[in-house]
């Protein structure tokens, strides 16, 4: 497999209702809101967290260690528009649905059967807007509660 860059190449989808979340029909998919156009370049933050968990006895001088617990915070940053302001009027405080963010087809295109995703199911939180800077357009971030364990190798069917 060849490597990629992120642009032109990811797309980001908040999705209401997915059956199997292990397993989303791209009809699932693509009933959710795209919100691809929106999204800052460095704006997907799947936030994953791991810890370790010590496992040495007193015995040993090496700090030994075992895997332990994992979650995620998921955000996307995201722009305002003041036409068609769809990223800020999807994000409402309390929405709960999935986060489907596909790594390996064009942007714009639709995710294709047996294709690999990424589902995050989720909680919104309140939009938070973004302070102001010179030479920036108007953005906010959406952080999502992840409400119970991705599916990072999620596969795509029709």
């Keep these: ?6 642009e032109e190449r990811t797309n980001v989808y908040w999705v209401v209702t997915i059956a199997t979340a292990s397993t989303p029909s791209v009809a699932e998919i693509t009933a959710g809101i795209n919100l691809t156009s929106f999204i800052t370049k460095d704006g997907v933050k799947p936030g994953i967290s791991t810890n370790n968990v010590d496992s040495a006895t007193i015995a040993q001088s090496f ?5 332990g617990s994992w979650g995620a915070s998921f955000e996307l940053e995201m722009f305002r528009d003041n036409t068609a302001d769809t ?3 999807t994000c409402v405080r309390g929405s709960t649905g999935y986060v489907v963010v596909d790594r390996f087809n064009t942007s714009g295109t639709l995710p294709t059967n047996n294709g690999k995703v ?7 939180h309140q939009p938070r807007p973004l302070d102001s800077a010179q030479d920036t357009q108007v953005r906010f971030v959406e952080t999502f509660a992840v409400t119970s364990q991705p599916y990072l190798s999620a596969v795509a069917h029709t």
């Excluded at 497999?1 to 992120?6: K, N």
């Excluded at 700090?63 to 895997?67: D, F, H």
């Excluded at 990424?118 to 919104?124: G, L």
């Design 1 to 6: 497999m060849a490597r990629f860059v992120y």
């Design 63 to 67: 700090n030994a260690e075992v895997v």
């Design 87 to 89: 990223a800020w009027t």
């Design 118 to 124: 990424e589902v995050y199911p989720a909680q919104m």
